[in-house]
Structures are given as C-alpha cells and as structure tokens.
C-alpha cells in the first residue's frame, strides 16, 4: 500500500512539475530498462533442452550394424545408448538432424538418446528395442517324403512340419497355417507328373531355411 501511494504521489509529482511529455519519457524509460533486462535473461537462461526425437528402426534384423537417425535442435551435441550404455556422440546438421552407424550385439538391444546443448542436459528420448539375430530358423518337414509317389484319388497332399516362434513358412509361394506350437500345415493339389514343392521358412529379422521336395503324381 505505501508503494502503492509513494508511486502515485510520483507520477502526480511529475506530471504538474515537468508536464505529460516528461512523464511519457520516464514511463519509456522503465519499460525499456525492464524489456533489455527481461531480454537478457531468457537469453542467457535455458532451463529446458527436448529431448531428441528418433525415426523409427525395425524390430529385428540379420545385420549388425545399424543406421540411427532422427532429429533434435540446431547446434546440440546428440548422445547414443545402446542398453542404457553410452556408444558415442555426434553433433546436429545445421536443420537439426542427427545420424550415428553403430554396431549391435546379438539378442535384444534397446536404442535411446540424449540431447546436450549449452551445459543442458534433455531427458533420454522414446527408446526403440531391436533384437539382433542371424541364424537361419528351424525348419522340419514330417510329411510328405522326399520321391513319395501318389495316385488317382490322392490329388492334393498335405504337406506338415514344424518351424521356431516368430516365423513364417510359405509353401510354393502360398502361406502355410501356423499352430500355437509352432507345426504348419498346407494342402497342396497336385498335376500330373512329377511336384516340385518349395518350402521356405522366414523369421522377422529376414533369416531364411529352405527345402526342397519333389513327388509325383499319377492317375
């Protein structure tokens, strides 16, 4: 309340002794005192740093080394993790994207970073998992037999085996149906003369097991 009055009393003070001019020019003055060091402050003061946004990998592939991209702000230094470890460091292009080449270690690995811009540290950004595996899935065919021969009303055969979690089987192209325990079946028709049947089982990082049948068939 004193300030309050004790500030009024000022401004009537100035405005009958020097007039309204004065009083505009000492109210310019204030304003910009305040705005410069207002100014200043948020410049010199950052007390926040996003964290960097990744583009999004696979979740399983058959190579080691891996491509990891995204974008932060201008002028940050970009910091890689690999299963909550630090890998290495790089700095953003002048738009503000990021890229680092590293290499996984077989088995899951979970990908973070982490933005460093003016002795500010951001947040660790979304975290992707990519599981790194390059041997060839299970693939076991219990029928039919290699050279199995079949006649008149054995036009179709049906063609069963088993393969690992995660896999997908085709038979000449044309996807097999896959049990919970990991057994696929598919009926085949077959022409006249000898089949070809193709058997190929792929899991989600792209490894492939292939087999190759042939039976024949006549009337």
């Given amino acids: 309340m004193f300030f309050s009055i004790l500030g009024i009393i000022i401004v009537l003070f100035i405005l009958f002794k020097f007039g309204v001019s004065a009083l505009i020019n000492f109210s310019l003055f204030l304003a910009g005192k305040g705005g410069e060091t207002r100014l200043t402050t948020s410049q010199n003061s950052i007390k926040f740093i996003s964290s960097p946004v990744l ?3 696979l979740s399983a ?3 080691a080394q891996i491509i990891i991209t995204g974008t932060s702000q201008k002028d940050a230094k970009i910091e890689l993790y690999v299963n909550s470890r630090k890998i290495e460091e790089t700095d953003t292009t002048d738009t503000g994207e990021f890229r680092f080449e590293t290499i ?8 973070s970073t982490r933005a460093i811009y003016k002795d500010k540290k951001s947040d660790v950004s979304q ?3 990519i599981e790194y595996k390059d041997s060839a899935p299970k693939l076991e065919v219990s029928s039919p037999s290699d050279g ?3 006649k008149k009303e054995d036009k179709s055969v049906e063609i069963k085996g088993s393969t ?4 997908t089987v085709t038979i000449n192209g044309f996807f097999a149906l896959l049990n919970e325990d990991n057994s696929f079946s598919y009926v085949l028709q077959l022409h006249d ?9 792929e899991d989600n990082a792209g490894n492939k097991t292939e087999k190759i049948l042939k039976v024949n068939y006549s009337q």
């Fill in 55 to 57: 583009n999004p990998v």
């Fill in 148 to 150: 199995a021969s079949f």
């Fill in 104 to 111: 996984l270690k077989k088995g899951i690995n979970t990908i």
């Fill in 193 to 201: 003369g000898d089949n070809e049947i193709k058997i190929i089982a």
């Fill in 164 to 167: 690992d979690a995660n896999v």
């Fill in 127 to 129: 975290k992707y998992t």
């Fill in 61 to 63: 592939t058959n190579s």
